[in-house]
């Protein structure tokens, strides 16, 4: 591990250790409030991994955003961190004005969103649906068709013509967004970058995500079972008990190592694609197994509002099935495997 990583790894762990616990992840979902983590995130300037000294980041790598996407799902960090990495990272590889403050990304390469003008600004229309954190972030990033191609733009959500606030089950804002003509900063997507990039690497963010919070169920799986006793002995010590935990165990590992391939992929210069596909695959199909292990292991009182474990399976729940599930990226994989040849097929697999 870099030192950087190293160092990053520490800030971002302690902040959430410190600052997030079931209370505040309570009033969260009661009222949205964060209770002042997002303020820490920026002081400690962990919102901008990927982005260049001289643009106000540090410079990294992305196997060092990695690090915090997935540290911010083992604590079920109530804040947009994935998506301003990611904005930041795209407005700075773009040649945008780097945001300030949180900021999200959407996805208008299926024609949900146009662009129009000409040179670095123009004006975006159209409508987005389940935007995340759209009524938090201050700033999107966008990928939208244009007359030229697929352009990058920058746009102010406060520009935005109507927001219609929505959630998904972990309460995390997923809004509907519409733009009348919003004035835009905009530039020709990158020829390095895929004309898909907010949903590949959307994917790629939830994935590193799932496994965090796989991580934390199952930490909280094994300390319940060992504590917890039935006919005078610890429920650990069942072996049915045993086997489940096993397979959870596997799952979370399985999820943890895909879905750190990507970010070492593009650290490596290659196209992550086939990674990403199978990362976000494997982390959906993760969640499901973890969230069920988690909770029936815990039994009735798992379920139970009071109890801090649904504060990560609801994340697994619906972090799964955002920038497409299970199924769209198997899909994806099997389409990729069909193209590329029966004497390409092994090849493949072994090389990652």
């Known amino acids: 591990m870099s030192e950087l990583r190293s160092i990053l790894t520490d800030s971002v762990n302690g902040l959430?250790?410190?600052?997030?616990?079931?209370?505040?992840?309570?009033?969260?979902?009661?009222?949205?409030?964060?209770?002042?983590v997002w303020a820490e995130v920026e002081a400690q300037g962990l919102t901008r991994p990927l982005v260049s000294e001289e643009n106000g980041g540090v410079g990294g790598e992305w196997r060092d955003a990695h690090v915090l996407v997935q540290a911010g799902g083992f604590h079920s960090a109530p804040v947009p961190l994935g998506e301003t990495i990611l904005a930041t990272w795209l407005a700075e590889k773009a040649g945008l004005e780097v945001p300030e403050g949180a900021a999200t990304v959407i996805d208008g390469s299926d024609g949900s969103l146009s662009l129009t003008g000409d040179g670095r600004t123009g004006k975006l229309s159209g409508r987005a649906s389940r935007v995340p954190w759209g009524t938090k972030a201050?700033?999107?990033?966008?990928?939208?068709?244009?007359?030229?191609?697929?352009?990058?733009?920058?746009?102010?959500?406060?520009?935005?013509?109507?927001?219609?606030?929505?959630?998904?089950?972990?309460?995390?804002?997923?809004?509907?967004?519409?733009?009348?003509?919003?004035?835009?900063?905009?530039?020709?997507?990158?020829?390095?970058?895929?004309?898909?990039?907010?949903?590949?690497?959307?994917?790629?963010?939830?994935?590193?995500?799932?496994?965090?919070?796989?991580?934390?169920?199952?930490t909280q799986t094994v300390q319940y079972a060992n504590e917890r006793t039935q006919f005078g002995k610890p429920l650990g010590k069942f072996q049915a008990i045993q086997?489940?935990?096993?397979?959870?165990?596997?799952?979370?590992?399985?999820?943890?190592?895909?879905?750190?391939?990507?970010?070492a992929a593009l650290d490596e210069g290659l196209n992550p694609e086939w990674q990403i596909a199978a990362a976000k695959a494997r982390a959906s199909e993760a969640a499901g197994i973890g969230a069920s292990v988690g909770h029936q292991t815990h039994g009735a009182i798992g379920f139970t509002y009071e109890h801090s474990l649904h504060f990560a399976t609801r994340r697994l729940w619906s972090w799964r099935s955002e920038f497409g599930g299970a199924r769209f990226w198997?899909?994806?994989?099997?389409?990729?495997?069909?193209?590329?040849?029966?004497?390409?097929?092994w090849p493949d697999i072994v090389s990652g």
């Open 16 to 36: 959430f250790g410190d600052k997030i616990t079931r209370e505040l992840l309570t009033r969260f979902d009661e009222t949205g409030d964060d209770g002042g």
């Open 138 to 218: 201050e700033t999107a990033l966008v990928v939208a068709p244009h007359d030229g191609g697929p352009m990058v733009a920058l746009v102010r959500m406060s520009d935005a013509a109507h927001v219609a606030p929505n959630q998904n089950m972990a309460r995390e804002s997923r809004d509907d967004v519409s733009f009348d003509g919003a004035s835009v900063q905009m530039a020709h997507l990158p020829n390095d970058v895929p004309a898909d990039v907010i949903l590949q690497y959307g994917a790629m963010i939830r994935a590193a995500q799932i496994a965090g919070a796989m991580d934390k169920v199952l």
């Open 243 to 263: 086997q489940e935990m096993s397979r959870m165990a596997g799952e979370a590992a399985s999820a943890g190592v895909i879905a750190e391939a990507p970010f």
């Open 330 to 345: 198997s899909r994806r994989l099997g389409a990729r495997a069909v193209d590329r040849g029966m004497d390409n097929f």
